[in-house]
Structure formats: structure tokens, C-alpha cells
């Protein structure tokens, strides 16, 4: 029995490595999946369009779009790959996949993806915390390449504002004021955020938490509910629309171009889309500024299936998508924020505003469970957000809960 078994091993052993190795030097045909393309004139299908102008006709890139929600687009790339286990050279494999930065390790851990190597890519150039959070959380191997960061921005309508001679806020109180007098009176919403029940909710109370001098490490200090228990007052008392409860970006973003808001939270992404008048109802009337407290960090890596056939081809496509002009050009054109370093000395690039927020951006909630912590905050969150009463009592027993999923209880 162990004379079969052993050349049988030696046998198994000796074909796989060679088919790794075709893969990693295969080129071919590739799929490239992105969240849905809402920049102002569809700029990533654009960039796409470029790089298929330029490369053979072997190496043409499809461009596959998942839903907005991080959360959902997750899922999708998560069962694509389970589906894949195993397999390589499927038609069916997204073989370049935009992962946030909040959930690419985890991703990486679950064995989606292959190693990269930054001296390949030269991360060396990019943002540092925007590469860390492509890494391990041992600081070890490189999952996926930063290409685009994120923080966010209060959006405002700056004709109304110089009406009543007022500038944009900088603190919650100044914004609950204006939001609450003067949007009324303009037959505006008050403020507009991301408060549906998905990662985006995460983000906006996290800056409001912030905002109030708590965070979500410690949910039930009482500057934590301070924060929250000023986002669940905006819904009861109105600044804040019911609607927005089942708001992600581009609902709010509709709500603020199509005029309906005095003030909206988004990322910059937001602004050329605003300045688009085939897209927009307020050009020429609106402006932004940092967000009243620190943003919290976000931003899109680019990463290698494990189920690609034609690697090569793939790291060829990131290389090109993330270079320093391509980066240059998503930044004029769609208003990403780049994450090469070199880009933040063109202040015509990179507003000041932007760059104040990114500076000042913030993790979330570090956590090696961020997944658990996540969906159990999503839930509780979303409910508190109806219940200003309940707040107190419900963070007290959230934070209960999240304590003992971080102690792996
Ligand atoms: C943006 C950010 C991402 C975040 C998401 C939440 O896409 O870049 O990091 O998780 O919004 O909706």
C-alpha cells in the first residue's frame, strides 16, 4: 500500500507545481470586477476601455460590475470563490477583484487570493496605511495593491449658506442648528448620510461616535452614545430624513444632487458626479468641506484570484490601472483619491479639504474579528437609529456581546 501511495504523492506533487507556475506566468484573457461604476461618466468602464485599446488581443479585459454595497459585493466575490475552490482556467473566475480595504485580509486569510510582491508593484510609493491594510496583520505578505483611498466629506449647499451668510459647519451642534433652522426653511432636508443597514452605517456613526470624543472599541462610554444618540435624535426629530435609514451612497448622493438636501456625507467620489450637469441639479451651488470630527478611512484594493489561469496578464492590468498617470487621471476625472504619495504634492489634484480628511482618517474598529464586530454592530445600529431610548441600554449590551466575540467566547 505505502509503495502506491508514495509515488502517487510524489506524482501529485510534481504536477502541481508546474501548473502554478503556468498560471502565474499565464496570460490570456482576463475578468476584472468593480463595485457598480457610479463615477460622473462612468470612469472605471473608461479606464477598462484604455487598457483594451492598448493590449493584445489575447489580453482584453471584461469588465464586471457588483452591487454598491461593500457588503454585497463581498458576498458575490466570496461565493464565486468557494464555487472555485480548486479550479483553475474557468471562464467564470474574477480574476482582478476590487477588495475594500476594511475586509482584504480576511479575504486573503479564506484563500482567494495570491501573494503579491510589492518590489513588483513598487508599494514602496503608495500611501502607508492604505498598504498595511492590504497586508496580513502580521505586517507579512502583501494580498492586494492600494488603488484608491477614501475619506469622507460634508457636501453643502453653499447657496443657501452665503443667503443666510453662514459658512459650513465645523462641529455636530452647528450642524444639527442649520440642518434643523435653516434647511426648513428651504424646503430642504437637513442632512443626508449612508445609513442602511451594511458597512455604511459602520462609517457614519463611527464619525459621529468621533465626533463626541468616543469610538466604538468602547460602546458603552458614554461620549459613544453621545454620538449615537445624536444620529438617532436627527431621525426623531426630522434634520435627518426617515428615507435615509435605507440610504447607501448613491441614495444619498440622489437626494443632494437632485437639490433635496441642505447637507450630505459622502466620499469625494461624489464631487464630479455634482459638477456633472447632465447628472446634477445643483451645479455652481454647492461646496464641501472636512466632516465636523475625523472621517473614517476607506478605499479599493486591486487583487489576483487563486482560481486565475492568466496571472501574469492580471498583474499586468493592476500595474497599469494603479501606475502614478493612471492614478493622476481617476483622480481629475472621477475624483478618487490617489494613493500614490507623489500625487498629494499636486494640490490642484488632491483638494485641501480632501487631504485634511485623509490625514486625519481613522480605522474603524482594529480588530482581528472586525468581520463579527461588524455585523453585530450593523444590526443593533440600525435598530437604535429608530429608538433614541433605547440607546443607552442597547450599547451597554452590544458592547457585552462585542467583548466576547473579540475574546473568541
Ligand atoms: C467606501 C469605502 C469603503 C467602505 C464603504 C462603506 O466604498 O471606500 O472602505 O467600506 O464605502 O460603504
Known sequence: MIRVLVPLVVLLAAC???AQDDARDGTGPITFVDGRDTT???QVGKLVERWNEQASR????AFVQMPTSTDAHRAQLTARAQDLEGVRDSAECYDVMAVDMVWTAAFAAAGHLEALDPVEFDVDRMLPEAVKAAKSPDGG????????SDAGLLYYRKDVLDAVGEGPPTTWKELRRQASEIAPRHNLHGYVGQFRRYEGLIVNTAEAVWAHGGDLERLDAPETKAGVRALA??????WIPREARDYDEPASLDAFRSGRALFMRNWPYAGPVLDDAQESQVVGKWARAVLPGASALGGWNLAVS???????TAREFIKFVTRDDNQRLMGELAGFAPTSRALYEEPELVAPELRESLLNARIRRPSPHYDELTSLM?????????????????LDR????????AEGR
Do not use: N
Request: hydrophobic fraction near 35%.
Open 58 to 61: 489575447r489580453e482584453q479585459v
Open 398 to 405: 452590544l458592547a457585552d456581546d462585542l467583548a466576547r466575540v
Open 306 to 312: 487563486r482560481c486565475s489561469a492568466s496571472q501574469k
Open 233 to 238: 435624535d436627527g431621525f426623531a426629530q426630522g
Open 40 to 42: 460622473a461618466g462612468g
Open 16 to 18: 502541481t507545481t508546474p
Open 378 to 394: 450593523q444590526e443593533i445600529l440600525h435598530h437604535v437609529l429608530e429608538k433614541p431610548d433605547s440607546v443607552d441600554q442597547s
Open 141 to 148: 505578505r502583501l494580498w492586494a495593491i492600494p488603488w484608491r
